[in-house]
Structure formats: C-alpha cells, structure tokens
C-alpha cells in the first residue's frame, strides 16, 4: 500500500525566489484534483501548483520549504506532499504475465519446418517474446508443425514510477483490468461527480467512498475499470495523445487564437504582453511575451512522431547571446536528453532535443525581422533550420525526440534552465504536420505580395496583404493568364496600390519585381515605390518612350535603359527588375538579360519607413518630378498581369519560370543521354560526339539496351559542343556508372564544363580518392563514402543557387552537402561526359561503364532523388503498354489480361491459366544480398493456390527460378527468401476473396525479409543471405509459365486468379512507413 498526505495552499503559487524550483513535467488537467494525483502517482512527485483559468498542472521534485517559496496568485493553488507520510518511499514493480500457445499440425509433400524464436527485451518492466515460422525446403517429405506463444507482461504499477509511457493508454488499460489490488492504494480521495465511473442507474453519495471503488473492482467490473482508465487518461498526464491538425497559424493580431479555430492559445500568468503595431506585413501587430507570461496551448498533441515545420517572423531584441535566448515554440515534457523539443533564437537560429541540438550558421542582427523556420523529421532522423527561406543548419540528431507532453508553448521552454530569456517580437507564426520544401519555405520567407488579378485584388502571397487601394480600374477578361487589370483612366487617374512593405525600406536589401505588361502606348510609370519621404518611379518609360529601370542608390538615381528596341504594343511583355548588393540592378525582358548597371551596387532606402508600391501612375509628383529620374512621372495606359513583389534577388531559373511562354534554355530545360548504342540526348537537341571510339555494352542498368564503355588508358569520352549555361543557376545531374578501376590520388571525370582555372569557372563532376566530389574549381565539395569497382551506382549532383548549397547524392540518399558554395560563375565550354579537364589541356576520363545521364535545370528533391535511383519498376496499370511508369522504362510482354476497375483507377485482370505479365531486365535484383522490396495491392476472386511473383533467367520461366511470393492450396499467402537452394518462407494469413489487400515484401542482409499486411508488418525470417543468380532477371505476375518445376516451397504451380494494382519494385528496403504510405494511398 501507499499512503500519501497533501498540504493544500489556495491562491498562492510557488514564487521560485530562494531556491530552484523548475518543475519537472507540466500536464493539462481539468481540475485540482487531477493536480493533485498526478503528484500523488509520481514517487519523485514533493509539489503541485494548478492554474484553474488554464488548467495547467505544474509538478515539482525539488521544492523543500512549501510556505517559505510562496506568492500570492489569485488564479492558483499549491500544494505539497507531506514530509515523512509517503510510504514506500519508492515505487516496487513486479510482473504479471500471461501465455497463450495455439499448435497447428499441417502435412505437406515437400517441406520441413522448423520455428525460430527471437526475444526483445527493453529497459522497461515490459518483455515481449514472438514465434515466427521459418521453413527450409528440401526434396524429402515431411510432416510440418508450427506452434506460437504470446507473452503478456503487464507493469504491476505502470504510474507509480512517474514516468510518461509513449503508449500510456494500452499500459493504463492493462494495468486497470490485471492489478485492481495495486489500484486501490492510489484511490484514496476522488471529486465530486465520480458517477459517471460507474455507468449504471444506482444512486450513489457525490463523494464515493473508497469501499465502494474497492467493491466495483473486486468484483471484476470491467465498464467501471475501462471508464476509471479514461478518467485517468483526461485528468493526469497519462492522455490519449492525437496528431495535430495538418495546419495551425496564429496571426497574432491582437488575441492568441488559431486561425483555423482549433489550437486557440491562453495567456500563462497574467501579466501584460506587449504588441507591435503593424505587424511584418504592414497590418495587424505582432506579440512580445514577458519574462514571466507566455502563450500555452492545452490541446494534446503527439509530435514525437510527426513531421512537422514550424515557421514565424520575428523580430529581434537588443540582446541575445549563447546564454540569452528569445523562445519561440517548445513542446517539451520534461528536460532531460531528446524529451525536449525548443526553437529558440540565441545569436543563432537553434533546434533543440535537450543535448541533441542544432545550431544555425548565421548570427543575427538586432531590431529587424526576420523569417526562421525549422524541421522536425523523424522519419529521415533530420534537424534543418532556414533562415530567410535558405537552408542554414542540417544535422542527423544522437537519438530521436521521444517526449509526449500534452501542453505545447509559445514564447517560453518552462522547463528550460540556465538561460537569460530576453523575449522579442513574433509574427504569423505557423504549424505544419509535414516537411515544407524548400521552394515552400522560400516563398513563404521572400514571396512578399502575389496579384494575379483574377478578378481580384486580393494578395495571393503567404502574406495575405490588406492595406490596399484601387482607382479607376477595372478586370479584363484577356489577361496573360485569366484576367488581368485593366488601367485606361482618360483623365490620368488609374492606379493600383499596396502599403506596408517592410523590406524596401532596408538600405541595399535585396528584391525583385516581376509583371506582365500589355501597353496601349509607350508612356508613364509602370511602378512606383514611395514613403513619407521619398519616391522612384522604378519601371517605366523615359521621354524617349523607352522602357527603363532605375532606383536609388547613395550618389543618387541610376537607371538602365533598353535602347536596343521597344516594347511592342497591344503585345504581352515579362519584365523582371532585381537588385542585390552583389549584382546591382538588372532588367530581364521576356526571361533574357537585357543589361545591368555596374557603376553603383547600393540601394538607399528611405529610412527604415515601410514603403509603398504603386502600379500605373505616380501620384506624388512634387517628389518624383522628372528632374530627379529618367523615368515620366505619368499615367501608364494598358493592363498589368501576374504581379509579384520578392524580397530577394531572383535566379536565372526564378525569372525562366516566372517569364513563361518565352524561352531562355535554347536546348529546353532537361536533356537524357540514353547511349543506347548513340550520344543522342533524348530529350533537347544537346546530342553528344564520341571521341577515340568508345565502345557499348549489352543490357546496360535497364537490363535492355546499352551502357558506354570507357577505357581510361585509350582517353575516351563524349562530348557536347553546343553552350550550356550553369552559371547563376540550379541543375541536377544524375547518372548510373558502373567503375571497373579506381586508385587513389587519380581523377575520374563523370560530368564537366571547363571555362577557365580560376575560382567558380570549372563545373567537375568527378571521383577523387575513390569518393564522390562537386566542384566549381576552388569551391568544392569532397564526400565521405568510398566507392567499390564493378558495381553499379546512381549517383546524383544537385546545385541550389537559392540556397548556395551543393549537394551529392550516391543510390538516392545524401551523402554530403556544403552551403555557401558558388554560384558557378563559368560562361563558356562544352560539356564533357565521361572526363573532365584539371587545367587547359589536362584530361582526367574515367573507366568503366556510364548510363543514363540526366540533366535537369533545376533542383531535384531528395524523394525524386530516391525515387530515380531505386525505384526500379512501377506498373499503375491505368493502361496496357510495353514500358514501365518508373524512371528506368523497363520492357514489358504481357498475355490474356485485361483493364478492370483497380484500387487506384484501373487494375490488371488474370482470367485464364494462360494469362501473365512480365518484367524485364532487372539487374540489381539478380545481384546477390542486395536489397529490394516490393508492393502490390491484390484481390484474388477464387480461393486456393497460385502463384504471384516468380524470378527466372530466362523469358519462358526456366533457368535459374524460383517463386517469391504466392498462395498455398489452403489460401496462406507466402513470401520466401532463398539461399543455397533452400527457401525461407513466412506464412501470411488466408487472403478472403473480392477484397483489395495491400502485400509488401522487403529484404535486406540485416533485416531479412519481411511480410507486410495493409501496412503492417507480419513476420520477419530474421537475417537472412539472398542468393541471386549474378545475372539480369525476368519478373512474372500470376504464372510460372514452363517453369512449374522450379522452387516454389509451399506454393502451388497454379495461375493467379484475381486482380492486381499497383505493382513496385525497388532497389532498396523500404521502411515501415514507406510501406504504411503505399498501403495508404
């Protein structure tokens, strides 16, 4: 028994003056009683405090002096456990635990089976045994047992010990139902209302007796038992946690709520928060908590293991330091190592698990805003910061977030200790339940306004702008895109304006303007920025009716002029005006480079004042005279379209996109070289020249065609006379190659454009040291992982110029990655596949074997990585022809089958003992012990057996065969791993007929393979070898075709009678929530 006694103190809260008295595990519970036995069940449990505007219980272990750490608070009560009354001191645990065996007797002609037991144990009072059945066939005839045990353990006192379970609802349930005795000593006072435990009609007193508790769960009442579980469940720290919602903002514009409704926040402690007035976008405000108040959310949330991203604006405070933090966001249950999970800004953006942390590369400056956002990925086991929509910290944590709290805060980490807090501003803060990619997160930190003028004026952007104003304008209904805004006010009084721009008002910070124009003649001012001090027309034309950019820098107004031609009219024209610090102003007409100004790279701003944009006209005129600009301050008469307003200097590929319907890439965008026994590209018109006669090999990576084969010694490559442009731009470049010599201290070019030797002018693709590296010349990117000869290799290079970052990829995952690189500045050269030139004249060529070289101008997401480098097949069956939906376009025959109604739009249908369909050219899978996995969804319209998936040599079914998955004649789906000729099979259950069931197999050396059932795993062999046959493979759905004879364990000969959709296969193991997400779809 224990026995426990509290010292109650209303209105008063512990004041944490004279001693430390951080609690250890904050909770949400409805009323003070739940306060009170959350203590009671926790053995490290000395103090309480519960807010009841808020319902927030604060638990702590180090207060000794209840009454001499006390103040006053109307809105509180504390209490603390009396000294000397706990008894026992600690929590005792024992085990109760249960074992059901089922034994099953099957007879079979060709199988011996034997049961392998595996056993994991954990650090907790819980052990779970599991029996999973392995059979090894040989060609004797046997009788076939198989018998398995389930163990039950249930923690004799799973509350007693104080910690947070990461299933607390199926330990508590147990719990309940197998120890009521234990139960008893924890139920010695409950609230008013307690009823409701009972689920019956009898009248009971509102203050049960413990008697009454006693009797109920002496005499096995299991509805009292299951509603006191869920009354613990509401009322302690013990919740029934729930994923967030995919999206929660909070606006900050004068209260705390969600936007969406569902995560409103509450103020902790009552002292006054400060707001700023506007906020980031020119409306609304912005939130400064104090010290001593923060914004609690008491909504359960689970987000130890959700993907998420969360984003705000803020604004800094005078001071931050190491040991000076601004807080922002934390969910954080208790603080000890990765149950902590804080974004908080020191001088540096931070990431923190509680001493599994990441720390941003840029230190911040004082009283200006800035955008973070930051990455929670258990899924990839990754921590990412950005700071203004770039990348600015990655890092693989120790170990995974594992806390559970059921309280989420902003503008504090309670638990967080040994820190000065100095709070600033937060703007727009938002909660996303996924990973945000990088072109999300950049528009959303520098997409400042977005007006398609769609029959709208409303902003589109992320900032959602409101301060808006329009006169004498109208839609018209022939925009560039949709509608578009109609300016033509006879009496000069159009124009469209937008106020609150922050960012135009930072001296040399950068931005861009991108819009369509269709003007009626070649007039007035098409853009016009301003203040209460100031004013530019920046895009417009002179008295020449040329169009012309300028602004302001610190020797006055610059402009450029394009005097080369005029702007047609009645025609629709792009034009993108950026400026930076670095480049200066530049004009792009129709996605080209017109021309730059180099003599001035500033940009003064009208004293830190927010700016206002005006479209069509220039309304201060006393201010914008036409002594002081080349532009005419006047009305412009035409229609504007797709306006976009950036906080940052555009790309060459930003302005490409934007600019669309003209073209910047003369050879299109993308380019495959297939070296199918050629150096055509595939895609453009950047056809390659062979020099010194290289030679193509049979099969290749796709099991068809051809691969090119380079011998080092007879200097032999491709190359591609015709200019590319990579400079200040992003690319992907992927490739298969397949090394049959490295050495150290040599150079193997994979892919190259040489310009000249100096810094950021030499694009090299290469192997150095038998690794991976990217390299500009002097701006380089060695990776950590070394290359074997023969064997095959997808390797990727990925450059963001958005980020600055270089990335390389080897078989679809990161294996190194280095910011603040480049931009690659080359401007001349061909491209060299297959080579790469050290300095003018010297060569490096590599040896061995290269196939399907892809260039992509543009950045590639790590899962479009993953994707062309192990997804080796994919079949929708939307449609019926002879090449595959998966980046490698495998061959595929097929007979007597037909399109049916699928699980995803159409299925494939197998009706006959003649029906099939087969894959082929699979080379890793015929590799030995290399991984792979596959996933289809099934409905079988008969019972019985038959086959699913059977491997062979040859296109009739024979050589080297064998069959990987199928039915047993009793219904019992099978998967089987071979090795040495004897097969490892894992029994599924019996499939029921016109149902879609989604199977999955997955293999690794480490893992074994392992069966899947609608997402969830089966049964495992355990580590397993997987013997292939070293050579290309056919796949065969629902036949065996001639080869009925081969190994097939348990599996019958039969043909497949059913539906089948969605086939993959992949190079790699999938993880158990790949295989969840495909079973999901």
Same mark, same amino acid.
């Given at each position: 028994?224990?026995?426990?006694?509290?010292?109650?103190?209303?209105?008063?809260?512990?004041?944490?003056?004279?001693?430390?008295?951080?609690?250890?595990?904050?909770?949400?519970?409805?009323?003070?009683?739940?306060?009170?036995?959350?203590?009671?069940?926790?053995?490290?449990? @000395?103090?309480?405090?519960?807010?009841?505007?808020?319902?927030?219980?604060?638990?702590?272990?180090?207060?000794?002096?209840?009454?001499?750490?006390?103040?006053?608070?109307?809105?509180?009560?504390?209490?603390?456990?009396?000294?000397?009354?706990?008894?026992?001191?600690?929590?005792?645990?024992?085990?109760?635990?249960?074992?059901?065996?089922?034994?099953?007797?099957?007879?079979?002609?060709?199988?011996?089976?034997?049961?392998?037991?595996?056993?994991?144990?954990?650090?907790?009072?819980?052990?779970?045994?599991?029996?999973?059945?392995?059979?090894?066939?040989?060609?004797?005839?046997?009788?076939?047992?198989?018998?398995?045990?389930?163990?039950?353990?249930?923690?004799?006192?799973?509350?007693?010990?104080?910690?947070?379970?990461?299933?607390?609802?199926?330990?508590?349930?147990?719990?309940?139902?197998?120890?009521?005795?234990?139960? +008893?000593?924890?139920?010695?006072?409950?609230?008013?209302?307690?009823?409701?435990?009972?689920?019956?009609?009898?009248?009971?007193?509102?203050?049960?007796?413990?008697?009454?508790?006693?009797?109920?769960?002496?005499?096995?009442?299991?509805?009292?038992?299951?509603?006191?579980?869920?009354?613990?469940? +509401?009322?302690?720290?013990?919740?029934?946690? +729930?994923?967030?919602?995919?999206?929660?903002?909070?606006?900050?514009?004068?209260?705390?709520?969600?936007?969406?409704?569902?995560?409103?926040?509450? !103020?902790?402690?009552?002292?006054?928060?400060?707001?700023?007035?506007?906020?980031?976008?020119?409306?609304?405000?912005?939130?400064?908590?104090?010290?001593?108040?923060?914004?609690?959310?008491?909504?359960?949330?689970?987000?130890?293991?959700?993907?998420?991203?969360?984003? #705000?604006?803020?604004?800094?405070?005078?001071?931050?330091?190491?040991?000076?933090?601004?807080?922002?966001?934390?969910?954080?249950?208790?603080?000890?190592?990765?149950?902590?999970?804080?974004?908080?800004?020191?001088?540096?953006?931070?990431?923190?698990?509680?001493?599994?942390?990441?720390?941003?590369?840029?230190?911040?400056?004082?009283?200006?805003?800035?955008?973070?956002?930051?990455?929670?990925?258990?899924?990839?086991?990754?921590?990412?910061?950005?700071?203004?929509?770039?990348?600015?910290?990655?890092?693989?944590?120790?170990?995974?977030?594992?806390?559970?709290?059921?309280?989420?805060?902003?503008?504090?980490?309670?638990?967080?200790?040994?820190?000065?807090?100095?709070?600033?501003?937060?703007?727009?803060?938002?909660?996303?339940?996924?990973? @945000?990619?990088?072109? *999300?997160?950049?528009? *959303?930190?520098?997409?400042?306004?977005?007006?398609?003028?769609?029959?709208?004026?409303?902003?589109?952007?992320?900032?959602?702008?409101?301060? %808006?104003?329009?006169?004498?304008?109208?839609?018209?209904?022939?925009?560039?895109?949709?509608?578009?805004?109609?300016?033509?006010?006879?009496?000069?009084?159009?124009?469209?304006?937008?106020?609150?721009?922050?960012?135009?008002?930072?001296?040399?910070?950068?931005?861009?303007?991108?819009?369509?124009?269709?003007?009626?003649?070649?007039?007035?001012?098409?853009?016009?920025?301003?203040?209460?001090?100031?004013?530019?027309?920046? %895009?417009?034309?002179?008295?020449?009716?040329?169009?012309?950019?300028?602004?302001?820098?610190?020797?006055?107004?610059?402009?450029?002029?394009?005097?080369?031609?005029?702007? !047609?009219?009645?025609?629709?024209?792009?034009?993108?005006?950026?400026?930076?610090?670095?480049?200066?102003?530049?004009?792009?007409?129709?996605?080209?480079?017109?021309?730059?100004?180099?003599?001035?790279?500033? &940009?003064?701003?009208?004293?830190?004042? !927010?700016?206002?944009?005006?479209?069509?006209?220039?309304?201060?005129?006393?201010?914008?005279?036409?002594?002081?600009?080349?532009?005419?301050?006047?009305?412009?008469?035409? @229609?504007?379209?797709?306006?976009?307003?950036?906080?940052?200097?555009?790309?060459?590929?930003?302005?490409?996109?934007?600019?669309?319907?003209?073209?910047?890439?003369?050879?299109?965008?993308?380019?495959?070289? +297939?070296?199918?026994?050629?150096?055509?590209?595939?895609?453009?018109?950047?056809?390659?020249?062979?020099?010194?006669?290289?030679?193509?090999?049979?099969?290749?990576?796709?099991?068809?065609?051809?691969?090119? @084969?380079?011998?080092?010694?007879?200097?032999?490559?491709?190359?591609?006379?015709?200019?590319? /442009?990579?400079?200040?731009?992003?690319?992907?470049?992927?490739?298969?190659?397949?090394?049959?010599?490295?050495?150290?201290?040599? $150079?193997?070019?994979?892919?190259?454009?040489?310009?000249?030797?100096?810094?950021?002018?030499?694009?090299?693709?290469?192997?150095?040291?038998?690794?991976?590296?990217? =390299?500009?010349? #002097?701006?380089?990117?060695?990776?950590?992982?070394?290359?074997?000869? /023969?064997?095959?290799?997808?390797?990727?290079?990925?450059?963001?110029?958005?980020?600055?970052?270089?990335?390389?990829?080897?078989?679809? /995952?990161?294996?190194?990655?280095?910011?603040?690189?480049?931009?690659?500045?080359?401007?001349?050269?061909?491209?060299?596949?297959?080579?790469?030139?050290?300095?003018?004249?010297?060569?490096?060529?590599?040896?061995?074997?290269?196939?399907?070289?892809?260039?992509?101008?543009?950045?590639?997401?790590?899962?479009?990585?993953?994707?062309?480098a192990t997804l080796t097949t994919w079949h929708s069956f939307d449609n019926i022809s002879l090449i595959d939906s998966g980046p490698l376009g495998l061959t595929r025959t097929y007979s007597n089958v037909t399109l049916v109604p699928g699980?995803?739009?159409?299925?494939?249908?197998?009706?006959?003992?003649?029906?099939?369909?087969?894959?082929?050219?699979?080379?890793?899978?015929?590799?030995?012990?290399?991984?792979?996995?596959?996933?289809?969804?099934?409905?079988?319209?008969?019972?019985?057996?038959?086959?699913?998936?059977?491997?062979?040599?040859?296109?009739?079914?024979?050589?080297?065969?064998?069959?990987?998955?199928?039915?047993?004649?009793?219904?019992?789906?099978?998967?089987?791993?071979?090795?040495?000729?004897?097969?490892? *099979?894992?029994?599924?259950?019996?499939?029921?007929?016109?149902?879609?069931?989604? %199977?999955?197999?997955?293999?690794?050396?480490?893992? =074994?393979?392992?069966?899947?059932?609608?997402?969830?795993?089966?049964?495992?062999?355990?580590?397993?070898?997987?013997?292939?046959?070293?050579?290309?493979?056919?796949?065969?759905?629902?036949?065996?075709?001639?080869?009925?004879?081969?190994?097939?364990?348990?599996?019958?000969?039969?043909?497949?009678?059913?539906?089948? $959709?969605?086939?993959?296969?992949?190079?790699?193991?999938?993880?158990?929530?790949?295989? &969840?997400?495909?079973?999901?779809?």
């Open positions: 028994m224990r026995s426990m006694k509290m010292f109650v103190n209303m209105n008063s809260k512990f004041q944490c003056a004279n001693t430390t008295c951080l609690p250890f595990v904050i909770i949400v519970t409805s009323n003070v009683l739940g306060c009170e036995v959350a203590c009671l069940m926790r053995s490290q449990c @000395k103090a309480a405090t519960f807010y009841r505007s808020i319902t927030i219980c604060q638990l702590f272990n180090d207060i000794i002096d209840l009454n001499g750490n006390m103040l006053i608070h109307t809105d509180a009560t504390s209490m603390s456990v009396i000294n000397g009354t706990r008894f026992p001191s600690e929590s005792i645990s024992t085990q109760i635990t249960t074992t059901t065996t089922t034994t099953s007797t099957t007879t079979t002609a060709t199988t011996t089976t034997t049961t392998t037991t595996s056993t994991t144990s954990t650090t907790t009072t819980s052990t779970t045994t599991t029996s999973t059945r392995t059979t090894s066939t040989t060609a004797t005839t046997t009788t076939t047992t198989t018998t398995t045990s389930t163990t039950t353990t249930a923690d004799s006192d799973p509350v007693g010990s104080g910690e947070i379970r990461s299933d607390p609802a199926s330990d508590l349930l147990t719990w309940v139902v197998v120890n009521p005795q234990v139960l +008893k000593s924890h139920i010695f006072r409950l609230s008013t209302g307690l009823e409701v435990l009972y689920n019956d009609d009898i009248p009971r007193s509102s203050s049960p007796i413990s008697h009454e508790i006693t009797s109920c769960l002496e005499s096995n009442n299991l509805i009292f038992k299951k509603n006191l579980y869920r009354f613990f469940s +509401k009322d302690t720290s013990l919740v029934l946690l +729930k994923n967030p919602g995919n999206n929660i903002q909070w606006l900050f514009d004068g209260n705390l709520n969600d936007v969406y409704g569902n995560y409103n926040g509450q !103020l902790f402690n009552t002292t006054n928060v400060t707001w700023m007035s506007p906020g980031y976008a020119g409306y609304g405000s912005a939130i400064r908590f104090t010290a001593n108040s923060y914004m609690i959310i008491n909504r359960d949330l689970n987000l130890s293991s959700v993907r998420l991203t969360v984003s #705000a604006w803020i604004w800094l405070p005078n001071t931050l330091s190491s040991n000076v933090y601004f807080p922002l966001f934390s969910y954080c249950p208790a603080s000890s190592t990765d149950m902590c999970l804080h974004m908080i800004i020191k001088n540096t953006i931070f990431l923190g698990y509680f001493s599994d942390d990441l720390t941003g590369s840029t230190v911040l400056k004082f009283n200006q805003w800035y955008h973070v956002a930051f990455i929670h990925d258990p899924l990839l086991f990754k921590q990412s910061v950005y700071l203004n929509g770039i990348l600015n910290g990655i890092r693989v944590p120790n170990s995974p977030f594992h806390g559970n709290a059921n309280y989420t805060t902003i503008g504090a980490v309670p638990l967080l200790s040994g820190f000065t807090l100095q709070n600033g501003f937060i703007d727009k803060l938002t909660f996303a339940a996924r990973i @945000k990619n990088t072109s *999300e997160l950049l528009d *959303e930190a520098t997409l400042v306004a977005y007006f398609s003028f769609d029959n709208t004026y409303n902003d589109n952007g992320p900032n959602q702008m409101i301060k %808006i104003t329009f006169i004498s304008t109208s839609f018209d209904s022939q925009g560039r895109f949709n509608q578009c805004l109609l300016l033509n006010n006879l009496a000069n009084l159009s124009y469209f304006q937008i106020d609150g721009l922050y960012y135009l008002g930072q001296t040399n910070y950068s931005y861009s303007f991108s819009l369509w124009i269709y003007p009626f003649n070649n007039n007035g001012t098409i853009l016009q920025v301003s203040s209460t001090s100031w004013c530019i027309p920046m %895009i417009g034309y002179d008295s020449f009716g040329h169009l012309t950019i300028q602004t302001k820098g610190l020797s006055g107004i610059y402009s450029i002029t394009y005097t080369s031609g005029t702007i !047609l009219l009645n025609q629709w024209t792009n034009i993108i005006l950026t400026y930076s610090n670095t480049n200066g102003l530049q004009l792009f007409l129709n996605g080209l480079f017109i021309n730059g100004y180099n003599s001035d790279y500033s &940009y003064s701003a009208s004293n830190n004042s !927010l700016n206002t944009i005006i479209l069509g006209n220039s309304i201060t005129l006393n201010n914008c005279s036409s002594s002081m600009t080349q532009i005419v301050p006047s009305q412009f008469q035409g @229609k504007i379209d797709e306006f976009k307003i950036f906080s940052r200097e555009l790309s060459l590929d930003d302005i490409t996109e934007l600019a669309q319907g003209t073209t910047y890439y003369t050879y299109g965008s993308s380019s495959l070289w +297939k070296f199918d026994n050629n150096t055509f590209d595939s895609l453009s018109n950047l056809n390659g020249t062979a020099i010194n006669s290289p030679s193509y090999i049979a099969s290749g990576i796709t099991g068809n065609g051809y691969a090119l @084969k380079l011998i080092r010694n007879n200097n032999q490559y491709v190359t591609i006379s015709t200019y590319k /442009n990579f400079a200040n731009v992003s690319f992907t470049v992927e490739m298969w190659i397949y090394p049959t010599s490295l050495s150290n201290n040599i $150079d193997y070019g994979l892919f190259s454009q040489y310009g000249s030797s100096t810094t950021d002018n030499s694009l090299h693709l290469i192997i150095r040291n038998n690794i991976l590296l990217m =390299g500009f010349y #002097a701006d380089d990117l060695p990776c950590t992982t070394t290359l074997s000869i /023969n064997t095959w290799y997808h390797v990727a290079f990925v450059y963001d110029y958005r980020s600055r970052s270089q990335l390389v990829y080897l078989n679809g /995952n990161q294996d190194c990655l280095r910011t603040s690189a480049g931009p690659f500045l080359g401007t001349s050269g061909s491209i060299y596949i297959g080579t790469f030139m050290l300095v003018q004249g010297n060569f490096q060529y590599f040896d061995g074997y290269i196939d399907n070289v892809e260039l992509n101008m543009r950045v590639k997401t790590n899962s479009e990585i993953l994707t062309d699980k995803v739009n159409q299925a494939l249908s197998f009706n006959s003992s003649l029906s099939f369909y087969q894959v082929s050219g699979f080379v890793l899978l015929g590799i030995p012990n290399n991984p792979y996995s596959m996933s289809l969804w099934v409905t079988r319209t008969s019972t019985g057996g038959g086959i699913l998936i059977h491997l062979s040599t040859q296109t009739n079914g024979t050589g080297w065969c064998a069959a990987l998955m199928g039915f047993r004649s009793t219904g019992e789906i099978i998967v089987i791993n071979w090795y040495g000729g004897t097969g490892t *099979e894992i029994v599924g259950p019996i499939l029921s007929i016109n149902i879609w069931i989604h %199977i999955a197999m997955t293999y690794s050396p480490t893992n =074994g393979l392992i069966l899947y059932i609608n997402g969830i795993n089966y049964g495992t062999t355990g580590s397993r070898s997987y013997g292939a046959p070293g050579q290309n493979v056919f796949l065969t759905l629902g036949n065996f075709l001639g080869g009925t004879s081969c190994n097939k364990t348990s599996i019958t000969s039969d043909p497949y009678v059913g539906y089948l $959709d969605e086939f993959r296969v992949y190079s790699r193991e999938l993880s158990a929530a790949d295989v &969840y997400g495909l079973a999901n779809p």
